[in-house]
Nanobody
Framework: QVQVVESGGGLVQPGGSLRLPCAVS????????MAWYRQAPGKLREFVAV???????SYTESAKGRSTISGDYAKGTVYLQMNSLKPEDTAVYYC?????????WGQGTQVTVSS
């Protein structure tokens, strides 16, 4: 079993930065990828960034140049550093862990970008 817990959300002004940590526990030896998704009010959950086992990273177009995903598979941690935040980045951010047994999701952490 894998447990996923996000933190680090909050209220930030436009142009500000946030770092979202995600802690993974359980059968972390079976992790194939760690990713971040987000869901804004009234919208579907969407992909933000992923870091795969071995290091390759991918980002959605809106995150490129403003966000960095990093992780330590041995420690079971993944981070999303977000800079130059915009009001449209307001959403609940979810950590997603892909394992050989299937995907696991955290409960999400709210990020609100507003002046």
């Amino acid at each position: 079993q894998v447990q996923v817990v996000e933190s680090g959300g909050g209220l930030v002004q436009p142009g500000g930065s946030l770092r979202l940590p995600c802690a993974v526990s359980g059968s972390i030896s079976s992790i194939n990828a760690m990713a971040w998704y987000r869901q804004a009010p009234g919208k579907l959950r969407e992909f933000v960034a992923v870091i795969r086992s071995g290091g390759p990273r991918s980002y959605t177009e809106s995150a490129k140049g403003r966000s960095t995903i990093s992780g330590d598979y041995a420690k079971g941690t993944v981070y999303l550093q977000m800079n130059s935040l915009k009001p449209e980045d307001t959403a609940v951010y979810y950590c997603n862990i892909v394992t050989s047994r299937g995907p696991y999701w955290g409960q999400g952490t709210q990020v609100t970008v507003s002046s």
